[in-house]
């Protein structure tokens, strides 16, 4: 099956820092990835739509200015999570959606798992 | 109420058993459905892909959808140790904007 990976897989970082999470499809391509967010025992919560291209769309209530997303490419789309604060602490995980496969099937990451001290 | 309903468990099961989890929605746009599993602190994987109601099967594994009544299902037969994991059913519309819209996972423990 189709693969996504994602870096870092785990990161503690202080609070008021900027962390970086990349989502890459390494099989195929992607002009459509999504971000979760997810804590525990809970199920995943769509964060955004990452376009290709294109600004990201934001589920209500997710700050685009604390979490900026980028797609520069058909394969790599990225969320930063800026100013970081304790409550940010979460699992984040992405998806992506095989363009030519013209199915609803959506693949996902490994997860990002993010600990703000 | 939910988009989704799914009973959070957890289910604990004896190894070589059929277990049976379940997912009910509101929503009658939704025409897609997936079930997911999960290992604790991994990405979901996808297991089972349906868009039409009645059964799909992929060796142990059954997926059920009876969209007249909202219910989906997923039949693990043979349940193995391995299986241990949370599963979560999603679901998404023609016109959602390619959206999954998640149930609370169902956390299941298949014991030997």
């Known amino acids: 099956g189709a693969v996504v990976s994602q870096h870092p897989s785990w990161v503690i970082c202080k609070s008021g820092t900027s962390v970086k999470i990349e989502c890459r499809s390494l099989d195929f391509q992607a002009t459509t990835m999504f971000w979760y967010r997810q804590f525990p025992k809970q199920s995943l919560m769509l964060m955004a739509t990452s376009n290709e291209g294109s600004k990201a769309t934001y589920e209500q209530g997710v700050e685009k200015d604390k979490f900026l997303i980028n797609h520069a490419s058909l394969t790599l789309s990225t969320l930063t999570v800026t100013s970081a604060h304790p409550e940010d602490s979460s699992f984040y995980i992405c998806?992506?959606?095989?363009?030519?496969?013209?199915?609803?099937?959506?693949?996902f990451g490994e997860g990002s798992r993010l600990t703000v001290l | 109420q939910k988009e989704v309903e799914q009973d959070p468990g957890p289910l604990s099961v004896p190894e070589g058993a059929i277990v049976s989890l379940n997912c009910t929605y509101s929503?009658?746009?939704?025409?897609?459905f997936m079930w997911y599993r999960q290992y604790s602190r991994k990405g979901p994987e996808l297991l089972m892909y349906t868009y039409s109601s009645g059964n799909k099967e992929d060796g142990r594994f059954t997926a059920q959808v009876d969209k007249s009544s909202k219910y989906i299902s997923l039949f693990i037969r043979d349940s193995q140790p391995s299986d241990s994991a949370t599963y979560l059913c999603a679901m998404s519309s023609p016109g959602g904007g390619n959206k999954l819209t998640f149930g609370t996972g169902t956390q299941l423990k298949v014991e030997l």
């Open positions: 929503n009658s746009a939704f025409q897609y």
């Open positions: 998806s992506a959606r095989d363009r030519l496969l013209g199915t609803g099937e959506l693949f």
